[in-house]
Every structure is written in structure tokens, then in C-alpha cells.
């Protein structure tokens, strides 16, 4: 996943592997549903905020593995 720095501009996560799990997050880029639904709206700070999260669920999924 693309390391995206508070102040630059927040870059999609996507990879291109659109399927969700059980739990409503998408196995390529670990963004909830409402994420990606909203990326197009949301600000800046909001993207890395996401950003932020998906990185999160990105480390405890691996952990679970």
C-alpha cells in the first residue's frame, strides 16, 4: 500500500481487486464500503484519514494470518 503523508494529496488505495469480506472491507485495499463510496467527496484530510485506517486493518489482518 502507497505511503500517502498528511499534506500531500491522499491517492486512491485501489488495486484493483473489488471484493469485500464478511465484514464490508475490501480485500485489495482494506477500505470500508462507505470509504469507497465517499472517496470522491471527501477532503484531503478525511483520504489520509482513511488512508490511515485501511493501514491499520491492512497490519491486523496479516497479524490474523
Known sequence: ???NKPGTEAKS???KVCRLDE???CVGCFRM???IANWGIMENNER???LRKAH???Q???MKL
Request: charged share 45%.
Open 56 to 58: 491499520l486493518r491492512m
Open 23 to 25: 465484514d464490508g472491507m
Open 1 to 3: 500500500m502507497e505511503s
Open 13 to 15: 488505495p485501489c488495486r
Open 48 to 50: 489520509h484519514e482513511v
Open 60 to 62: 491486523l489482518r496479516e
Open 33 to 35: 464500503l462507505d470509504e
